[in-house]
Nanobody, 117 residues
Framework: QVQLVESGGGLVQAGGSLRLSCAAS??????????MGWYRQAPGKQRELVAD???????NIGDSVKGRFTISRDNAKNTVYLQMNSLKPEDTAVYYC?????????WGQGTQVTVSS
């Protein structure tokens, strides 16, 4: 089992920035083929990938946030970060941390991000 704890959500004006953090209860990246990332879900919409990062350091950024969001990690802290810049009202959603491992897929409880126009 892995517990994921997100933090950093909140209310921000359009054009502003936020940084989300996701701390895992144990090491994720010490094992090949694992990955951590962020998904989001807006009301009435499907959950979509925002960004993820693999054990090997490869990142995958969703088309709707390319050039504005970046994902990074701190292996020593078992933590993944999502830096969100130039936020738009359409970025408003619940953001979920995700860990994909050989043993299963785990989700955090979600953190609300609201971008006002």
């Amino acid at each position: 089992q892995v517990q994921l704890v997100e933090s950093g959500g909140g209310l921000v004006q359009a054009g502003g920035s936020l940084r989300l953090s996701c701390a895992a209860s144990r090491s994720i990246f010490s094992i090949n083929a694992n990955a951590m990332g962020w998904y989001r879900q807006a009301p009435g919409k499907q959950r979509e990938l925002v960004a993820d990062i693999t054990s090997g350091g490869r990142t995958n950024i969703g088309d709707s946030v390319k050039g504005r969001f970046t994902i990074s990690r701190d292996n020593a802290k078992n933590t993944v970060y999502l830096q969100m810049n130039s936020l738009k009202p359409e970025d408003t959603a619940v953001y979920y941390c995700n860990a994909r491992m050989i043993g299963g897929v785990y989700w955090g409880q979600g953190t609300q991000v609201t971008v006002s126009s």
